[in-house]
T-cell receptor, first 117, second 111 residues
Framework: EVQVLESGGGLVQPGGSLRLSCAASGFTFSNYGMSWVRQAPGKGLEWVSSIGSTGVTTYYAGSVKGRFTISRDNSKNTLHLQMNSLRAEDTAIYYC??????????WGQGSLATVSS | QPVLTQSSSASASPGSSVELTCTLGSGHSSNIIAWHQQQPGKAPRYLMK???????NKGSGVPDRFSGGSSGADRYLTISNLHFEDEADYYCETWDSNSRVFGGGTKVTVL
């Protein structure tokens, strides 16, 4: 069974950093691109970042470019999102998702990041 | 970057059908889209992909009551024989070579 499980969320002050992780199982992780998608409280889904299967290609939404870094460790079946210079508007549940040709096919349960003083 | 437009809400009675529309912006009218369901307090769940021309492919375990369609820049999700558990937010998603985008979501209420 395909599973992705996020961790690493928490409370951080504005300007601080958080590192989210996503542990993948049930599929050959190194064959698939992965994404991070977030959802602010009471709002819709917002794409944050994607990474290709090898980790060479990365893409970011304009709202996080230069502050967030996506990476992956294919030897550990793990996806990461390093979030720096955090702002109140980054407060959200962060989901990781496995990408296929048909879209974001498998979603995790999410990890809540709260940016507040 | 692609743009997706969804109506904000829809409602229908149990046992009836509801059709949701996702409209692709200019320059991306032939894109594949994906539909996702998000029940209250839960993570999103992948329902299907819908291609230009109307072919749709559902994810694992998605009931037969869910189907997709397409006309021009519009992509559809139809839920037949509506159940109370279908009350949820429904999002469409598309992508290009270096970005992904979600529609604003449609809240479906089962009256």
């Amino acid at each position: 069974e395909v599973q992705v499980l996020e961790s690493g969320g928490g409370l951080v002050q504005p300007g601080g950093s958080l590192r989210l992780s996503c542990a993948a199982s049930g599929f050959t992780f190194s064959n698939y691109g992965m994404s991070w998608v977030r959802q602010a409280p009471g709002k819709g889904l917002e794409w944050v970042s994607s990474i290709g299967s090898t980790g060479v290609t990365t893409y970011y939404a304009g709202s996080v470019k230069g502050r967030f870094t996506i990476s992956r460790d294919n030897s550990k079946n793990t996806l990461h999102l390093q979030m720096n210079s955090l702002r109140a508007e980054d407060t959200a549940i962060y989901y990781c998702a496995k990408l296929e040709t048909g879209g974001s096919v498998n979603w995790g349960q999410g990890s809540l990041a709260t940016v507040s003083s | 970057q692609p743009v997706l437009t969804q109506s904000s809400s829809a409602s229908a009675s149990p046992g009836s059908s509801v059709e949701l529309t996702c409209t692709l912006g200019s320059g991306h009218s032939s894109n594949i889209i994906a539909w996702h369901q998000q029940q209250p307090g839960k993570a999103p769940r992948y329902l299907m992909k819908v291609e230009n021309g109307g072919t749709f492919n559902k994810g694992s375990g998605v009931p037969d009551r869910f189907s997709g369609g397409s006309s021009g820049a519009d992509r559809y999700l139809t839920i037949s024989n509506l159940h109370f558990e279908d009350e949820a937010d429904y999002y469409c998603e598309t992508w290009d070579s270096n970005s992904r985008v979600f529609g604003g979501g449609t809240k479906v209420t089962v009256l």
